[in-house]
């Protein structure tokens, strides 16, 4: 595709809730990342995919969180029970390896879903 | 493990004046280093990024940043600011080809007539 694509956008949960948020990446890129940006706050990372692979999930602020990649490319973010501290931007990005040696890919960004709990 | 700090959290300058967006990182390997922008209700952009080799770095937009290993600094400029440069700009680190972006808190520039 064009580009990293996300949906829905904005999304409004109560608490309690459980959420899900879907990633579409690039067309053919390989890794997958999740993260999360607080109001005001850079993003920071929740977790990772290679391919189907869930490589690190070191992120992921509590077992509520969940995500899954299950074909290697659409990946999910689901957030069960959600709490009001869940509220912010989930970023998802995508890449390919790059063909050059020691250079780092690029992170394609897609432009968020705004979660608010209330 | 590795950070970055981003000195100032609200810049502004006035259209035709220079840029200087400061970036200051830890990392106790040789890092990858990027600054990304955004814009309201969209994704990051890349500008630029640092890998290997020249460590003056030309990205999109007039941007450039230098790396310099002995300050451990990322510092973004722009000889001449325009309003369409208002927006959020983030630097990031990474260590290794495929991992995760360690992000600064953003620095806000403002540009005014």
């Known amino acids: 595709g064009a580009g990293v694509s996300q949906s829905p956008r904005y999304k409004v949960a109560k608490r309690g809730q459980d959420v899900a948020l879907r990633c579409d990446p690039i067309?053919?890129?390989?890794?997958l990342f999740w993260y999360q940006q607080a109001l005001g706050q850079g993003p920071e990372f929740l977790t990772y995919f290679q391919n189907e692979a869930q490589l690190d999930k070191s992120g992921l602020p509590s077992d509520r969180f969940f995500a899954e990649r299950p074909e290697g490319s659409v990946s999910t973010l689901k957030i069960q029970r959600t709490q009001q501290e869940d509220s912010a931007v989930y970023l998802c990005a995508s890449s390919s390896p790059s063909l050059l040696a020691g250079v780092a890919d690029t992170q394609y960004f897609g432009p968020g879903t705004r979660l608010t709990v209330l | 493990a590795q950070s970055v700090t981003q000195l100032g959290s609200h810049v502004s300058v006035s259209e035709g004046a220079l840029v200087l967006l400061r970036c200051n990182y830890s990392?106790?390997?040789?890092?990858?280093l990027f600054w990304y922008v955004q814009y309201p209700n969209q994704g990051l952009q890349l500008l630029l990024k640092?890998?290997?080799?020249?460590?003056l770095v030309k990205g999109i937009n007039g941007f450039e940043a230098e790396f310099k290993k002995s300050e451990t600094s990322f510092h973004l400029t722009k000889p001449s600011a325009h309003m369409s440069d208002a927006a959020e700009y983030f630097c990031a680190v990474r260590t290794g080809t495929a991992s995760k972006l360690t992000f600064g808190t953003g620095t806000r520039l403002q540009v005014t007539l």
């Open positions: 067309s053919g890129h390989v890794s």
């Open positions: 640092y890998t290997t080799g020249a460590t």
């Open positions: 990392s106790s390997v040789p890092p990858y």
